[in-house]
């Protein structure tokens, strides 16, 4: 049996490792805001969380996560202020029935605020990760969402279509058929011609009429705000083949750190938006040696991050237990300058950091199951 | 030995069970006053127990009874991992229902999931809050929402008459189960053409969990026999 004061040793001396680079360790309210979780990461957080009632809060979640609680206690001293905080702390997540998952479990984190350089940031976080981990035969593996959400801002198409595509960005499925359908290549969702052909032919105003009485508080301006902007989208030509053959090779691009520059450089020739983003993956790779670490050794997989860390918006990246898929992974993090600037109603920091399950590294050194 | 059967304790639903088991030779006798009833099959007992339909499910997944009769809806809304915890052993041909989302009628561009998306991210942006689907189910909409990618809407809680939730401004969409869409329509609703969550009836389980004993599962032999089940 494995005692949980093991594996806080575990992670006390995991953490040692980000006090000595400078981070302050902070404390995080055990209950959230159910309404924050709920606005940032969708209801799908109601299956992860636990939730629980307050008479005057109103409803609250036992924290799954630190980087929400964190970012806010940032922000509520000063968004524009460097800064670099761990933190230990218990967890909450619902599992699967039938999960050997633990239901509870210690979260070490580090999060870096700030910071000029983000290349250099993003190196420094994970460089301390890196040494953190090492000796325990993981395998490290990174990714950039930022590639991908630059590329989508290259698209030859509308703002509209852009911003679909990016809405969707962290759910593939509904990603690809969006894009289908802005290629040509999947046809218009079932019933959609046949509005557009009654509004040509009797005009927006007949067709609402003929619906029946407005209910609930969707006005009848919203759809027939919304049949323009359809009207407005079926005569916007296709996404061109070759663009979109760009985001499919971004999506499917896994090599060596330096490989993968060198292609995603060339993959700008055909869409020019790229080339900032292929820049900025070259600097961090200057960063990662400059750190100490050999980029060659570090592979880039394009869709890393894309179905389980809906926040992250840059750099993300992962250490996987290599002989272990029943096991989570043993730490992961990345940027989410996105999420400070929602917190913030706009006023965002730069902000990258991750987390480490300590019941796992301890497993691991114990050479039992976790 | 006796197994234990779950059946809903009144209405159509406990009729129509009685009615099935008598057609396949098992009829159910009362006994004892007007709450207890009892069944016996060639040597095998059955013994009733009439349980409300919300509790069938929950009987089942803890395997205190050994059988029930409950519609698939609420077995999949209630009992996390339900393979892992019940076996159909029959669909019963009555209480259908489907699951469905509906949305009001007055929304001409919305007829597919794909368009309640694009219409829950402008409704976030202009009103400052997740379009709002009241519904009971929240389990199986939030899976099925999940898996066709539908993002920002929020599920209200709708434990009665949740069609009039729309025309009373507390949702803007519902999910709920419908027999004939005359409620929906009635309300003003419409289903959306991929809104079909599940198509539900009443249907005979097992409890895994249950005790099968050597005794259990003779008994269960010869109700499976005497039932045509396999």
């Known amino acids: 049996m494995i005692l949980k004061a093991d594996i806080r040793a575990e992670a006390e001396t995991l953490q040692a490792v980000f006090t000595r680079a400078g981070a302050v360790p902070v404390e995080a309210p055990l209950l959230l805001s159910a309404d924050t979780l709920l606005d940032l990461y969708g209801e799908d957080i109601r299956a992860r969380a636990y939730t629980t009632d307050d008479p005057d809060r109103g409803e609250m979640m036992l924290r799954p996560d630190f980087t929400v609680p964190v970012v806010e206690m940032h922000m509520a001293n000063g968004a524009d202020r460097p800064a670099r905080y761990t933190y230990l702390g218990e967890v909450f997540r619902k599992q699967k029935a039938g999960s050997s998952r633990p239901s509870e479990y210690l979260q070490l984190g580090f999060e870096l605020f700030g910071g000029e350089d983000p290349a250099r940031a993003d190196a420094e976080v994970f460089a301390l990760f890196h040494e953190a981990l090492k000796g325990l035969g993981l395998r490290p593996v990174t990714g950039d969402m930022g590639i991908l959400l630059a590329a989508i801002e290259g698209l030859s198409t509308t703002p509209v279509r852009k911003a679909a595509l990016r809405r969707h960005v962290w759910r593939p499925r509904r990603f690809r058929a969006l894009l289908d359908r802005y290629t040509g290549r999947a046809p218009q969702p079932a019933g959609r011609i046949e509005l557009l052909e009654r509004v040509a032919a009797k005009g927006v105003d007949a067709v609402l009429d003929a619906a029946g009485p407005e209910s609930g508080l969707r006005s009848r301006a919203e759809v027939a705000a919304r049949i323009e902007k359809l009207r407005a989208d079926a005569s916007t030509p296709p996404i061109a083949r070759a663009e979109a053959e760009v985001l499919t090779a971004i999506l499917s691009l896994k090599a060596p750190l330096p490989d993968a520059c060198e292609q995603l450089r060339d993959m700008s020739v055909d869409l020019p938006a790229l080339g900032p983003a292929a820049e900025r993956f070259a600097d961090r790779i200057d960063a990662l040696a400059e750190a100490g670490l050999e980029p060659t050794e570090l592979p880039f997989e394009a869709s890393y991050g894309r179905t389980t860390m809906e926040y992250y918006d840059g750099f993300v990246f992962g250490f996987l237990a290599p002989a272990r898929a029943d096991l989570p992974p043993v730490a992961s993090g990345g940027r989410y300058d996105a999420l400070t600037a929602i917190m913030g109603r706009g006023q965002g920091i730069p902000a990258v950091g991750g987390v480490i399950r300590p019941e796992v590294v301890h497993g691991l050194r114990a050479g039992g199951r976790s | ?230």
């Open chain 2, 1 to 230: 030995m006796t197994l234990r059967l779950g059946i809903p304790s009144k209405g159509r639903l406990m009729d129509k069970t009685f009615d099935w088991f008598a057609a396949r030779g098992l009829p159910m006798r009362r006994t004892g006053s007007d709450r207890e009833y009892a069944a016996e099959v060639d040597g095998a007992e059955v013994e009733l127990r009439l349980l409300s339909a919300g509790e069938i499910p929950r009987e089942l997944a803890v395997g205190r009874i050994h059988l029930g009769v409950t519609g698939s809806d609420l077995v999949r809304e209630r009992i996390p991992g339900w393979e892992q915890a019940v076996e159909t052993l029959a669909p019963m041909g009555f209480g259908h229902a489907d699951l469905v989302v509906a949305v009001p009628v007055s929304w001409v561009d919305v007829s597919t999931l794909d368009d309640l998306d694009a219409v829950a991210a402008e409704f976030r942006a202009r009103h400052g809050y997740r379009l709002r689907i009241a519904t009971k189910y929240h389990r199986l909409v939030r899976e099925f929402l999940r898996e066709a990618g539908v993002a920002d809407y929020r599920l209200v809680d709708s434990q009665g008459a949740t069609e009039a939730t729309v025309a009373h401004g507390t949702a803007e969409a519902i999910a709920d189960i419908t027999s004939t869409g005359d409620t929906l329509k009635a309300n003003g609703l419409k289903v959306l053409s991929d809104g079909l969550i599940h198509r539900s009836q009443a249907t005979l389980w097992r409890a895994k969990r249950a005790e099968w004993g050597a005794g259990e599962r003779e008994a269960m032999a010869t109700l499976t026999r005497k039932l045509r089940l396999s």
